[in-house]
């Protein structure tokens, strides 16, 4: 049996914090890993902007759920399902991947959880796992099924790297140097093809 | 994060076999693992029936795509799926499991495949592993996922004790006499209430 793990933002979605600070117009959070490594750090940071501006879970939710998947995403997934099992690996929360999720048909998704208090703020958070995409691609070959694993970024490599088979997608010219044993692709179309070589190759 | 591991016939669709036989009226294909007892047994038997009657993969995929999910278990999977994450965990193979995915809208699964020759009879099969089901809970528990299972007969026994949470599903007498203190459900509604209790105490 053959299994996709997919990375999420990036790929399947627009990146889900910069999309919202865009339509918010809150620039504090366009902040980022880049801006501060520190990853506990700046969720806590941005759960204070939250706060201050008022915002809550609902309101949140209801802004994610006015953004869309990107062109041609909702398709790549529905082909992608009917050749092999697709799980969605990402380091986002489930609470904000919900109303995306929902305009993909709901495929399978591991990720990361927020802490939500009485009055429905963002009160924390919590990580599934250190590595998560990694020992999840770990697990999924434990049990004899075999792995591709595609994703975008920095934090994908470790699950690309431990797949039966990789691929970068959409990635910066800078991932594609320093990796360049990994197919990079820019379309779904090519995606679907590496799928259906991986199909046959294992 | 929560995922319900969801045993497939029984559940969502009716008995593959069974409902083979009935369909194409080929009386030795109603034979079980209750008259053969033992399985690899049993799948050379049913193979040689096929390949005497001389149906092919694709002629026994069109019986399978004339037959239908159990009533109501599209919209359950629609409703689970809105709520936590779902993975099927099944015996059957994947070659004859996906005409009723596809109705049910590609659910992840993780089951059985075929060996098929060039020819497109059935020659053999490969199970993924023993006992898939329940090292398939196992592994998604060792990523830190709150896993709920269910299940209809004996076969789904591991995994609904290994689970965090477990339930059987329209199972026999016989079998929830022998296990009466796992809850024992026949109507998707139940299941859906067992799932939001779930949720709230993991």
Redo the contacts between chains.
């Keep these: ?1 053959h299994v996709l793990c997919l990375d999420l933002e990036g790929v399947l979605v627009p990146e889900i914090w910069i999309e919202f600070a865009k339509v918010t117009g809150i620039e504090e959070l366009k902040r980022t890993t880049r801006d501060e490594p520190d990853y506990a750090k700046l969720m806590n940071y941005r759960i204070n902007i939250l706060k201050k501006e008022n915002l809550k879970l609902k309101d949140i939710q209801k802004v994610i759920s006015g953004m869309n998947p990107l062109p041609g995403a909702k398709e790549f997934i ?1 082909e992608a ?2 050749l092999l ?3 969605i690996l990402s380091d986002t929360f ?1 609470e904000f991947a919900h109303p995306l999720m ?1 305009q993909l ?9 927020l802490k939500i208090d009485s009055d429905n703020f963002i009160s924390g958070f919590s990580l ?2 250190e590595d ?1 995409k990694t ?2 691609v770990k ?2 070959k ?4 075999k792995v591709m694993a595609s994703g975008d970024s920095y934090n994908d490599l470790g699950m690309i790297k431990v797949a039966d088979s990789g691929a970068l997608f959409r990635t910066t010219d800078k991932i594609k140097a320093d990796f360049p044993d990994i197919p990079a692709y820019t379309e779904y179309s090519q995606l679907i093809e590496h799928i259906k070589r991986f199909k046959t190759e294992f």
């Design positions: 049996m529905q399902k009917s099992q697709v799980i489930t929902e048909g709901f495929p399978t998704i591991f990720c990361n959880s599934r796992q998560g020992k999840a697990a999924l434990s049990i004899n099924l």
